[in-house]
């Protein structure tokens, strides 16, 4: 059965660090590429970072450029996401997305996980 399964998100102040994990299962997650959408309240989902499959090439949307890093651990069959320097705008419900089995590339939209939430506040 095919899962993916966020985890890692919290409250933390701003400027802390938060590491979000997308955990795969059903499907070898390192050949196909996987992306990190987030949505706040009242506010339209947002593409945030992908990593490709193959060749690993990364995208980030502009705003968190420099803060957040995504990666795979294959061996774990797991991507993440390590976020740095949050800020209060960076709350929201953190979602990630494959485009298993299409194979269509970042932005992936097949296959959804169900979301961590990630609230950044003092």
């Known amino acids: 059965q095919v899962q993916l399964v966020e985890s890692g998100g919290g409250l933390v102040q701003p400027g802390g660090s938060l590491r979000l994990s997308c955990a795969a299962s059903?499907?070898?997650?390192?050949?196909?590429?996987l992306g990190w959408f987030r949505q706040a309240p009242g506010k339209q989902r947002e593409a945030v970072s992908c990593?490709?499959?193959?060749?690993?090439?990364?995208y980030y949307t502009d705003s968190v450029k420099g803060r957040f890093t995504i990666s795979r651990d294959n061996a774990n069959n797991t991507v993440y996401l390590q976020m740095h320097n949050l800020k209060p705008e960076d709350t929201a419900v953190y979602y990630c997305?494959?485009?298993?089995?299409?194979?269509?590339?970042?932005?992936?939209?097949?296959?959804w996980g169900p979301g961590t939430q990630v609230t950044v506040s003092s």
């Open positions: 990593i490709r499959g193959g060749d690993d090439s990364t």
């Open positions: 997305a494959t485009d298993y089995p299409s194979g269509y590339g970042c932005p992936t939209n097949d296959f």
């Open positions: 059903g499907f070898t997650l390192n050949y196909y590429a």
